[in-house]
């Protein structure tokens, strides 16, 4: 199986965590567009949901697709959440996520379901010593970015850990995200204590979210070479 097809069979696998009548998160990014489209033909086939959508770019694929989608002002709750993510600590299910800009959406959205399934092929699976090779994605408010950065640096370096901050860009300009925020991509290269991060990064004024989600998944299906693997939270 190559790439494309294992986030497909992650996504397809998904599916049995949906039930008639359920509220469902929808994620972002290539493979929460392979959820987006199966349950869109599961849909058309009578199934009977209400979808969160956790990006304006998800929201109009749902919505091409002829998905009932609501909003959380006016469905608080969710049943589960269907998301990818960047990577996959194993274990605890720590992700990193935020590769497509929406990181604080997704987290909203995951953490008003009772469930999080994080749907991903092989590559995003982490073991805690290669953890955090992807740039860890943080969003902040545009004002006082140049402040805010300076205190993001200040506390990564407290916790042992360092690397480059970067503004992301796209097509030349600042990549602003649904909310009207930047994303501060900070290459650590290696996470040892995502815990500890998260929180020193949350509370930094001016970001407005951060990318790690702890204690957040419960599930992960991690499609391999070999069919799609059910990896449970177990610390
Ligand atoms: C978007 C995300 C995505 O879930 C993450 O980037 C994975 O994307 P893909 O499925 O395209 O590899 O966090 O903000």
Known sequence: MDIEAQKKAAAHAALDYIEDGMK???GTGSTANYFIDALGERVKQGLNVICVPTS???EERARNLGIPLSTLDETPELDVTVDG????LEGPLVLIKGGGGALTREKIVAASSKKMVVIA????????EAFGKFP???EILPFGAGATILKMRRAIEKLGMSGDL???QKDGE?????NGGLIVDCHLGHITQPEKLAGKLRRIPGVVEQGLFVGIASVALV???DGVQTLEKTT
């Open 24 to 26: 469902v998160g929808l």
């Open 223 to 225: 499609a391999t070479e």
């Open 136 to 138: 860890l994605p943080v």
């Open 121 to 128: 092929d092989a590559s995003k699976a982490m073991t805690a």
């Open 85 to 88: 993510a960047d990577e996959i």
């Open 166 to 168: 970067v503004i992301r």
């Open 174 to 178: 600042n990549f602003i995200t649904d």
């Open 56 to 58: 304006i770019a998800s």
